[in-house]
């Protein structure tokens, strides 16, 4: 497994019946829980994620489900040219500034949320046409 910096805001054990534990946490994006599993002398039965970003599991409702790039009005965005869409879609990266996470569309909705570094956006997560 990669070495990758992260950051645990928060650990709470919320039960103890040896040999089991159920802790509760808060982490940085990219943590591995698995690896604090590990580390701890264990390993996970089960993970339930219950937030991510701004969306919390409590927050949910069927009714109201947004399109994909309403649901990232957090993240900068990107319009791509139908060349650019092209590229994104076979994993290739465009121009682009700014550094971290960035929603990429075209005006059929979101194509895919890209990293920006460098002057370089590569696409992470490539949705697959509307």
Not at 15 to 37: C, F, K, N, Q, W
Not at 52 to 79: C, K, N, S
Not at 95 to 111: C, N, P, S, Y
């Amino acid at each position: 497994m990669p070495k990758r910096r992260s950051t645990i805001h928060a650990l709470q054990v919320r039960r103890y019946e040896p040999p089991l534990a159920e802790l509760d946490l808060h982490v940085s994006s990219g943590t591995y829980v698995r690896a604090i599993a590990d580390a701890l002398g264990g390993h996970c039965r089960t993970i339930r994620r219950t937030a991510v970003g701004p969306f919390r599991v409590e927050d949910t409702d069927e009714e109201r489900v947004l399109a994909p790039l309403a649901a990232l009005v957090h993240l900068p965005e990107r319009r791509l040219s139908d060349e650019e869409v092209a590229l994104v879609r076979t994993g290739r990266g465009v121009e682009g500034g700014g550094e971290g996470a960035v929603a990429l569309w075209d005006e059929t909705g979101l194509v895919a949320v890209g990293q920006a570094g460098g002057g370089v956006i590569r696409p992470e997560t490539v949705f697959p046409p509307a």
